[in-house]
């Protein structure tokens, strides 16, 4: 089978000279890929003019439902590539890191993009900033969808969660991908590639894929691309300084090698939950992907008086692991995902033995249904560096595969220097049940690492691991990791977005975000605008109230019911003494309640449910005999997708009979798209 790649709508093969793609156990060839021929300006064109055009139609809340449909048709088909996925060496477990943790992502980035993004296609960062003392000019910053393409270079490791983790973030911002796999196991990436597709969800041009090299692609970027690259700090450094990527400004973000260490605290010794812990994590991460992760622990810091029993420890565990073939069920490990990544392996390997002791190795191999000859296996191997300040390999060294070196450390700031010593990585942790230690090394080794995990027997059994990114935390790291960032949220879809500063009249930016601001125009509604359907609210709807008086009454009557009796409110002599107040005042919650009366329509209508109250300030402080109104205005609309009902936003504000602000605040409130049956008329 040659692999095609996916261009323009099309499937393409290429041709020249081939690639062989083969069984991680067997040998067996498997596919052939070449992308020579292909006509990568046609792709960067495609995605710009077609892709991107048909994404930023799409709200965000819109793209969402994509993904979360995306995701549900890659689940009900992801046996498909569980089969495939044992090609690359993957075992059943293995598998599901890649392929249920690829789906995942999307899930959560679906999540994420109807809860935490606007039903609309502009994104606000931060408040908006007074400019002039008038209030007719104020500025705002805000995020606005790049008009290029998303250039996905992924590693081999996973091919399936490299991909998908890329595309959620990026399809999020409106932005069209390129997917460029790595070779070795393009045939993997390939097949969910086809899925996605085939499910014929997302719009014309937003996906394209590459089988091969990247030809002369990077010679078509502009300014409006983005560059993902996973894989090495050579590659990296090689495409970072592109001659077109530095003319042209090309965003570009790296995740590359990096030494990750886990350090022991001093109070896990031998016995406690911690140190079991430890090596249980150790182990699993040496194991997993058989060592192919760019997040599993190179450097196993322990305190130097736990060291024999931590290297003893980890023996012993790892001789209980099965290594073969991933098909079989009693195997634990499989093989690297090629020969030559088992080639680059054991060179590496063979550097740090120079200056590390090895504890158990390649000698011990023993398969279960594989041969070694023809199976890229390696056997999972521990070393000891006794002499971690002299040495150099285990600072600089990272063997892609199934290997870990133990390090001992005398104290905690040598156990931070040796960690660092890796100058940056992607991921640190710690295993201490010292609150006050873990700390301390959380803080030493944050300049140094893009996250830092901490475990104990607290938090032990809901932990995901030392080496499991997260679609909500950033992955990425500083330094030797590549320097860039991926995933965090909402924080992974800004990556391809451009933040550009708006200065104008509040008219102006109302109508540029979608939001309401303070001092635009108001529309004055026939009807309360609670009367209204979800579709017929309109940005601006204002009502505004008449007055009520606070009585002494009030206060001490809300006092009763609340419970709340602090001396501000309830003693006049305490209350004089208070710099603020002078006086007694009534509770901040009474007027809350006081103004909900003030605006509330109380018939049944459109409004389903008040959910909340946002950003609520006292500003003045309201006495006996002072009298309050409402003005309360649709700020912001946000359709919940097949739900019969949207999110409408309220800027509501109190004011006292001067005219000064008492409270600002935003009221949250469901609101059905139909009239309720038997509501009165408006």
């Given at each position: 089978m040659q692999l095609q790649s996916f261009i323009a709508g099309h499937w393409v093969s290429g041709i020249g000279r081939m690639s062989a793609l083969c069984d991680a156990t067997t040998g067996e060839l498997i596919a052939n890929a070449s992308s020579e021929g292909l006509d990568f300006s046609a792709m960067l064109e495609h995605a710009r003019r077609v892709g991107g055009t048909n994404l930023r139609r799409l709200t965000f809340h819109e793209r969402a439902a994509r993904l979360k449909a995306l995701a549900k048709y890659l689940t009900e088909r992801k046996e498909a590539l569980y089969d495939l996925s044992y090609a690359t060496g993957a075992t059943r477990a293995d598998a599901w890191i890649d392929i249920d943790g690829g789906i995942g992502t999307l899930f959560v980035y679906a999540s994420k993009g109807m809860k935490e993004l606007p039903d609309g296609r502009v994104y606000l960062d931060g408040p908006v900033e007074s400019l002039a003392k008038g209030g007719n000019f104020v500025g705002q910053h805000i995020y606005v969808s790049l008009e290029g393409a998303a250039v996905h270079i992924n590693a081999f490791n996973f091919p399936v969660w490299g991909m998908l983790e890329k595309l959620a973030p990026a399809l999020l911002a409106g932005v069209p991908a390129i997917v460029k796999p790595a070779t070795a196991t393009a045939y993997l990436a390939a097949r969910a590639f086809r899925q996605i597709v085939e499910s014929g969800l997302l719009p014309e041009g937003a996906v394209q894929l590459i089988c091969g090299g990247v030809g002369d692609l990077f010679e078509h970027l502009t300014c409006q691309d983005v560059i993902a690259f996973t894989g090495s700090a050579s590659t990296a450094r090689k495409l970072r300084t592109h001659p077109r990527v530095v003319d042209r400004a090309v965003r570009f973000t790296a995740e590359t090698d990096s030494l990750n260490s886990s350090v022991l605290g001093p109070d896990a010794v031998t016995g406690t939950p911690e140190f079991d812990l430890f090596v249980r994590e150790v182990v699993r991460e040496m194991t997993v992907k058989a060592g192919q992760k760019c997040t599993a622990i190179r450097k196993a810091i322990v305190p130097a008086g736990e060291c024999a029993a931590v290297l003893e420890a980890l023996r012993a565990a790892l001789a209980k692991v099965v290594i073969g073939d991933p098909r079989a069920e009693s195997v634990r490990m499989g093989p690297l995902a090629s020969l030559a990544q088992r080639r680059e392996v054991l060179e590496q390997l063979a550097r740090l033995q120079r200056e590390s002791a090895t504890v158990c190795g390649q000698g011990e191999l023993m398969l279960a249904g594989a041969d070694a000859e023809r199976g890229a296996f390696v056997a999972p191997t521990l070393l000891h560096c006794n002499d971690p300040q002299g040495a150099q390999a285990v600072?600089?060294?990272?063997?892609?595969?199934?290997?870990?070196?133990?390090?001992?450390?005398?104290?905690?700031?040598?156990?931070?220097?040796?960690?660092?010593?890796?100058?940056?990585?992607?991921?640190?942790?710690?295993?201490s049940a010292d609150d006050a230690i873990a700390a301390g090394l959380v803080l030493g080794l944050a300049p140094l690492h893009g996250r830092i995990l901490v475990v104990n027997r607290h938090c032990a059994k809901d932990s995901t691991g030392h080496g499991s990114p997260l679609p909500h935390l950033v992955h990425g790291g500083p330094g030797r990791a590549g320097g860039g960032e991926e995933l965090g949220g909402i924080r992974g879809v800004l990556h391809y977005m451009q933040r550009t500063a708006v200065q104008g009249t509040p008219d102006l930016l109302t109508a540029v975000t979608g939001r309401w601001v303070g001092g635009s125009r108001e529309l004055d509604p026939l009807v309360h605008p609670f009367r209204k359907t979800f579709g017929a609210v309109r940005i601006g709807d204002t009502f505004r109230s008449g007055e009520r008086e606070v009585t002494l009454e009030d206060i001490e009557r809300f006092a009763a019911l609340s419970g709340d009796h602090f001396y501000a409110h309830m003693d006049e002599a305490a209350a004089r003494r208070n710099p603020l107040f002078g006086g007694r005042v009534a509770h901040g919650y009474f007027l809350i309640a006081a103004a909900a009366g003030l605006f509330v329509d109380p018939p049944l209508g459109p409004v389903l449910a008040n959910y909340g109250i946002d950003g609520l300030r006292f500003t003045q402080p309201i006495r006996p005999g002072d009298r309050i109104r409402v003005r309360l205005t649709c700020k912001e609309?946000?359709?919940?997708?097949?739900?019969?009902?949207?999110?409408?936003?309220?800027?509501?504000?109190?004011?006292?009979?001067?005219?000064?602000?008492?409270a600002q605040y935003d009221v949250l409130t469901m609101v059905s798209e139909r009239d309720m049956p038997d509501a009165p008329p408006p």
């Open positions: 600072h600089e060294v990272e063997a892609f595969g199934p290997v870990s070196t133990v390090v001992p450390y005398r104290t905690v700031d040598e156990a931070i220097d040796l960690a660092r010593r890796g100058e940056g990585s992607l991921v640190g942790s710690v295993f609309k946000s359709l919940r997708i097949g739900q019969g009902y949207g999110e409408v936003r309220w800027d509501t504000q109190i004011t006292n009979h001067n005219g000064l602000t008492v």
